[in-house]
């Protein structure tokens, strides 16, 4: 069963950093790319980040630039994301997602191209 599970969210501070990890069962994650996705109190979905599956590249929206960075483990099998310096409008649900189709460049912002989502974890900053 194919299967993507969030973990790593919490309650932090203005200022400070958490690191989510997004791990895939039941398929090796190896060559998919990854992205990581938001979703805030009515608020649209936002994707800010993805991770390419056969280059490696990094994409990051400007909204995180800078401050989170995107990681892969594939003997973990699993992505990481590490945001630092995180601020009160970085609260909401965090997803990530697999494009099974190997691209050299990915789209956080093509929703459609991704077919396995996670439940997601909750980001909360507040002091």
């Known amino acids: 069963q194919v299967q993507l599970v969030e973990s790593g969210g919490g309650l932090v501070q203005p200022g400070g950093s958490l690191r989510l990890s997004c791990a895939a069962s039941g398929f090796a994650m190896d060559y998919y790319t990854v992205g990581w996705f938001r979703q805030a109190p009515g608020k649209e979905r936002e994707g800010f980040s993805c991770?390419?599956?056969?280059?490696?590249?990094?994409y990051y929206a400007d909204s995180v630039k800078g401050r989170f960075t995107i990681s892969r483990d594939n003997a973990k099998n699993t992505v990481y994301l590490q945001m630092n310096t995180l601020k009160p409008e970085d609260t909401a649900v965090y997803y990530c997602?697999?494009?099974?189709?190997?691209?050299?460049?990915?789209?956080?912002?093509?929703?459609?191209?991704?077919?396995?989502w996670g439940q997601g974890t909750q980001v909360t900053v507040s002091s």
């Open positions: 991770i390419s599956g056969s280059s490696g590249n990094t």
């Open positions: 997602a697999t494009d099974s189709r190997p691209r050299y460049a990915c789209d956080y912002r093509d929703y459609g191209r991704y077919d396995s």
